[in-house]
């Protein structure tokens, strides 16, 4: 039987079923669940989320090169709150995902600092900040699409969260993603990135 554990140390496993049109369909879940599956179909590959969800899918290529990929990464680590961000591709899209909740390191500091505690121990925080990675959930905040498969050109939108349903909005296009991720990178977090439009 095939299982996989996730980065939050969750182990699922793979089960087959059929669904209501007597299609295949394969699902895993944390307790064994129809027929098991002692190998990966042809043609399908596993897929972790940056929030943990595994899921079983069709494979597809990735369009995208490697130097894209890791002009964003590279990006990111940059950023003064690298910790905070996550990057993931797939086929034609490189996203970045933000943390949802505050950095335990800011959340000690504050409550030290409210309770009049002068030192906060760093061991602490490191063991915060590894659960918080561990277990934290990501959202996406902005993504790259690739345009133009000659020219290598992307089209760059953010997340908007005016309405009454989140959404994208377009903030650029037809630029490289070394440039894009440059100049757009920098602003995550901050109050510059909601104006960007």
């Known amino acids: 039987m095939i299982t996989y554990t996730n980065r939050k140390g969750v182990t699922y496993f793979l089960g087959r079923g059929v669904t209501k049109t007597g299609k295949t369909r394969y699902l895993f879940a944390r ?10 179909p042809e043609g399908y590959e596993i897929r972790e989320s940056v929030n943990g969800v595994v899921s079983l899918v069709k494979a597809q290529p990735v369009l995208l090169r490697e130097a894209e990929i890791q002009a964003v990464k590279t990006a990111v680590r940059r950023h003064p709150r690298a910790k905070r961000f996550r990057v993931e591709a797939r086929a034609r899209q490189i996203t970045v995902y933000e943390r949802e909740r505050e950095d335990p390191r800011d959340v000690m500091r504050e409550i030290a600092a409210r309770w ?3 030192t906060l121990y760093e061991e602490q925080l490191a063991g915060f900040e590894t659960e918080e990675v561990a277990r934290g959930n990501f959202a996406p905040v902005l993504r790259f699409t690739l345009t133009d498969d000659t020219k290598r050109r ?7 969260y005016r309405g009454p349903s989140d959404h994208w909005i377009i903030i650029s296009f037809n630029e490289p993603i070394e440039k894009l991720a440059r100049t757009l990178i920098p602003v995550l977090g901050s109050d510059e990135f909601f104006e960007l439009y």
């Open 31 to 40: 307790e064994p669940k129809g027929e098991p599956v002692e190998e990966i």
């Open 116 to 118: 009049g505690i002068p």
């Open 154 to 160: 992307f089209l760059a939108e953010r997340m908007c």
